[in-house]
């Protein structure tokens, strides 16, 4: 199972919106909407941000949203603060009871 | 307070073997889905294994399959990872979590180390 695709790095200065996309295929993506987003600080464990392809677990900030389209899966950041500055992972149900998760996109608030 | 601490991380040659242990508390632990992740240092996340609630399902990634076992114990609430000729690739941070939603790692712990090497 390939890992899902990301973009290495994304960025946008406080206050603006970025998006993030996770690219897979019919067989992960596209075919299921079990799509989730992680973000994760150095040395730290991943937060979930976003299940279900647009859910957002309690105490998470409206300000992450996200939606699929096809294979491609989006993380939007809105108003960006800088405590968003960290890595963000997507993952996709595989079918099989399998997942499989993108490599990573690294945020940077200018 | 919902909890999941990882333990049993440590260095270990190529061929060896270790068992890494994840207690649960602060949730009813039989009533959840559970996962093993994995972060080589770094590098990005990846998913090593899932377990049902009564632990009759499983599923493995394919670079673990045949060497990696998972299990869990409802009555001790810990999940485990049996790992069986470990090699040098699979240096990581291991990561137990807990299903939120439908197929999702939702809650985790903070991980151990595993080093392979000689």
């Known amino acids: 199972q390939s890992a899902l695709t990301q973009p290495p790095s994304a960025s946008g200065s406080p206050g603006q919106s970025v998006t993030i996309s996770c690219t897979g295929t019919s067989s992960d993506v596209g075919g299921y909407n079990y799509v989730s987003w992680y973000q994760q600080y150095p040395g730290k464990a991943p937060k979930l941000m976003i299940f279900e392809v647009s859910k957002r677990p309690s105490g998470v900030p409206d300000r992450f949203s996200a939606s699929k389209s096809g294979n491609t899966a989006s993380l939007t950041v809105s108003g960006l603060q800088a405590e968003d500055e960290a890595d963000y992972y997507c993952s996709s149900y595989t079918g099989s009871n399998r997942l499989v998760f993108g490599g990573g996109t690294r945020l940077t608030v200018l | 307070e919902m909890q999941l601490v990882e333990s049993g991380g440590g260095l270990v040659q190529p061929g060896g073997s270790l068992r890494l242990s994840c207690g649960a508390s602060g949730f009813t632990f039989s009533n959840y889905w559970m996962y093993w992740v994995r972060q080589a240092p770094g590098k990005g996340l990846v998913w090593v294994s899932r377990m049902s609630t009564d632990g009759t399902i499983t599923s493995y990634a394919d670079s673990v399959k045949g060497r990696f076992t998972i299990s869990r114990d409802n009555t001790k609430n810990t999940l485990y990872l049996q790992m069986n000729s470990l090699r040098v690739e699979d240096t990581a941070v291991y990561y137990c979590?807990?299903?939120?939603?439908?197929?999702?790692?939702?809650?985790w712990g903070q991980g151990t180390l595993v080093t392979v090497s000689s």
């Open positions: 979590a807990r299903e939120m939603g439908a197929a999702t790692p939702g809650y």
